[in-house]
């Protein structure tokens, strides 16, 4: 089978494996029909974040289920299914906590390999979320949407549920990418009544106001604080929603909040330390982490896919067959698409 293989910062070639087999009970083996690029590949692409050369990579994709261990009982040989990232075990304390993204019982291997032609999944009882039919009954920007919800718009979610967004409020949105653009969706699914998204880039600044933003800031730093807070009348927003995850992104997050405010942080930490002090002196709540992908796609995301309440598909702005993978990680790089689809198998 071939999959997507890091070489070295910088270059990606696609390279011939072993068919992927089942090694535990607990497992899947899936045929992958769609795959994707992350903005947070970028970081070992880019030389920012160590990843042992020759690995494969990947982890958000669509599929059919072809094998399954013995253990795994809630999906079977022939489903289509969005495969997470988080592979909840479902009933560790964590899971039934709502945040398998933290999950207790988490198996070795199963993240990487998604931007391939098969994937072993672990933990596919409970993680896998079934999609009612098969990928021909949906049209091409429905299955972009399903692919969606294995990681980029969950994690835009678990921000805004995070922040507790609710009907009414303001929320400010830190990012532009395709997982700051999800949240801008996740706002509006949550009932805010306005949504302030800063973006400097202006094909991210359209797809944001389609989506649901209300205004948009370029400036950062203390020039985005004086926006927001001329927009907001000195007061602040409800809800702000994190997902760059630099120091001045959240110092900026905890300045633009409302005394009270929660901010929901998925950005993950690019800084060791962090000075949290001025959470204490304006009673701002700050929550978040990993997002809870199966829970929330279960729960919340798929019947708003389905019922056509959200399209979060549209942050796939360039398609690539495997085989283009190099071409697929580039664009992203250099900004040319927001995200990077991976065409495998069907329509």
């Given at each position: 089978?071939?999959?997507?293989?890091?070489?070295e910062?910088g270059?990606?070639?696609?390279?011939d494996?072993?068919?992927?087999?089942?090694?535990?009970?607990?497992?899947?083996?899936?045929?992958?029909?769609?795959a994707?690029?992350?903005?947070s590949?970028?970081?070992?692409?880019?030389?920012?974040?160590?990843r042992?050369?020759?690995?494969?990579?990947?982890?958000?994709?669509?599929?059919?289920?072809?094998?399954?261990?013995?253990?795994?009982?809630?999906?079977?040989?022939?489903?289509?299914?969005?495969?997470?990232?988080?592979?909840?075990?479902?009933?560790?304390?964590?899971?039934?906590?709502?945040?398998?993204?933290?999950?207790?019982?988490?198996?070795?291997?199963?993240n990487?390999?998604?931007?391939g032609?098969?994937?072993?999944?672990?933990?596919?009882?409970?993680?896998l979320?079934k999609?009612?039919?098969?990928?021909?009954?949906?049209?091409?920007?429905?299955?972009?949407?399903?692919?969606?919800?294995?990681?980029?718009?969950?994690?835009?979610?678990?921000?805004?549920?995070?922040?507790?967004?609710?009907?009414?409020?303001?929320?400010?949105?830190?990012?532009?990418?395709?997982?700051?653009?999800?949240?801008?969706?996740?706002?509006?699914?949550?009932?805010?009544?306005?949504?302030?998204?800063?973006?400097?880039?202006?094909?991210r600044?359209?797809?944001?106001?389609?989506?649901?933003?209300?205004?948009?800031?370029?400036?950062?730093?203390?020039?985005?604080?004086?926006?927001?807070?001329?927009?907001?009348?000195?007061?602040?927003?409800?809800?702000?929603?994190?997902?760059v995850?630099?120091?001045?992104?959240?110092?900026?997050?905890?300045?633009?909040?409302?005394?009270g405010?929660?901010?929901?942080?998925?950005?993950?930490?690019?800084?060791?330390?962090?000075?949290?002090?001025?959470?204490f002196?304006?009673?701002?709540?700050?929550?978040?982490?990993?997002?809870?992908?199966?829970?929330?796609?279960?729960?919340?995301?798929?019947?708003?896919?389905?019922?056509?309440?959200?399209?979060?598909?549209?942050?796939?702005?360039?398609?690539?067959?495997?085989?283009?993978?190099?071409?697929?990680?580039e664009?992203?790089?250099?900004?040319?698409?927001?995200?990077?689809?991976?065409?495998?198998?069907?329509?």
């Open positions: 089978m071939k999959a997507a293989t890091f070489v910062p270059k990606m070639e696609v390279r494996y072993d068919m992927s087999k089942i090694q535990q009970p607990t497992d899947a083996i899936i045929k992958i029909v769609r994707c690029v992350c903005g590949d970028l970081w070992w692409y880019r030389g920012l974040a160590k042992e050369k020759g690995s494969t990579v990947g982890h958000e994709a669509i599929g059919i289920v072809q094998e399954v261990g013995a253990d795994v009982k809630d999906v079977k040989v022939g489903d289509f299914v969005i495969a997470p990232f988080t592979h909840g075990c479902g009933h560790c304390a964590a899971c039934l906590a709502g945040f398998d993204g933290d999950c207790m019982n988490k198996e070795a291997g199963g990487g390999g998604y931007q032609e098969y994937l072993r999944f672990i933990n596919a009882n409970w993680a979320v999609i009612p039919g098969q990928p021909e009954d949906y049209s091409d920007d429905m299955l972009n949407n399903f692919l969606a919800l294995a990681d980029v718009m969950a994690t835009g979610y678990h921000a805004a549920s995070s922040a507790e967004v609710k009907d009414g409020d303001t929320v400010v949105v830190m990012g532009d990418g395709a997982v700051g653009l999800s949240g801008v969706i996740s706002a509006k699914l949550r009932g805010a009544k306005r949504i302030i998204a800063m973006s400097r880039h202006e094909d600044q359209k797809l944001a106001k389609e989506f649901g933003a209300t205004d948009i800031i370029p400036e950062r730093g203390d020039e985005a604080v004086e926006k927001v807070m001329e927009l907001t009348d000195g007061n602040g927003a409800d809800a702000v929603l994190e997902y995850g630099t120091e001045q992104s959240v110092d900026t997050a905890v300045k633009v909040g409302r005394p405010a929660i901010v929901g942080r998925v950005g993950v930490p690019q800084k060791p330390e962090m000075n949290t002090n001025n959470l002196w304006k009673n701002i709540g700050l929550r978040g982490g990993v997002a809870s992908v199966t829970t929330d796609d279960k729960n919340v995301l798929l019947d708003a896919v389905l019922s056509g309440k959200i399209n979060p598909g549209k942050v796939f702005t360039k398609r690539f067959t495997l085989d283009q993978i190099q071409e697929a990680y664009a992203m790089d250099k900004r040319t698409a927001i995200k990077s689809l991976i065409i495998l198998s069907g329509k």
